[in-house]
């Protein structure tokens, strides 16, 4: 279980889908899936690392940041 614990000190940011897929390259797509997202307009708390940022690179113009204090 200590791996729990430390995931507890990772920074946390909220995403949010704001602007719909469609007609997107199908990367785009794959993307937004990975991240989590179910449906427009969704917001999900995750853990802020390398690899979600990498993501939300790809699609930033398909979501919103907001930094957790």
């Known amino acids: ?3 729990k614990k430390a995931e507890s000190k990772l920074k946390m940011i909220t ?3 704001k602007h719909s897929a469609i007609g997107r390259p199908k990367v785009q797509k ?3 899936g ?3 997202f179910k449906w427009l ?3 999900l708390v995750k853990a802020d690392t390398p690899a979600l940022r990498g993501m939300i690179k ?7 940041v907001k930094e957790e204090a």
């Open 58 to 64: 790809k699609v930033e113009h398909l979501v919103e």
């Open 1 to 3: 279980m200590p791996r």
């Open 30 to 32: 794959d993307t937004i």
């Open 41 to 43: 307009n969704q917001s």
């Open 15 to 17: 995403v949010i889908w």
């Open 34 to 36: 990975a991240i989590g």
